[in-house]
């Protein structure tokens, strides 16, 4: 076999190879959501809830647009942004769609839902 064929067959197998390689999509977006929970215990003046809302709600903005999932405990940390800035409705929401998106959380989020619904003690 001449060294010029070898070099086409080479060529030929490299293209096969790689033509079928695809790129992995990941399951989830992720956007700043770790860095920013990171963030949050770290240096909590960097992390503020106004700063954890716009960021998280940039994210699921995102994640809509690449046709993405947002991570699971987004929405939660979301819901609970809210609820440091007494937006009990918004937080409601925030966990709703965390229990609706990710099923095993529910536990969690049904008490965090109770404990909106529960009267203030005095």
């Known amino acids: 076999m001449s060294p010029t064929t ?3 067959l080479a060529g030929a197998f490299a293209v096969l190879l790689f033509s079928g390689c695809q790129t992995v999509q ?8 770790e860095p920013l929970i990171y963030l949050s215990y770290v240096k909590p003046d960097k992390a503020t ?9 940039e994210d699921i903005q995102k994640a809509a647009a690449k046709d993405q999932l947002v991570s699971p405990g987004l929405h939660a940390q979301l819901g609970y942004a809210y609820l440091q800035l007494g937006q009990t409705d918004k937080a409601a ?30």
Not at 26 to 33: Q, T
Not at 103 to 115: G, I, N, Y
Request: some cysteine; overall charge neutral; proline content about 10%.
């Open 6 to 8: 070898r070099g086409c």
């Open 93 to 122: 929401a925030e966990f709703e769609k965390e229990r609706y998106l990710f099923p095993e959380s529910a536990p969690f989020m049904d008490r965090m839902l109770a404990k909106l619904k529960a009267p203030a003690a005095s």
């Open 26 to 33: 990941p399951l989830y977006y992720w956007g700043s959501y």
């Open 49 to 57: 809830p106004e700063i954890q809302i716009a960021k998280l709600e």
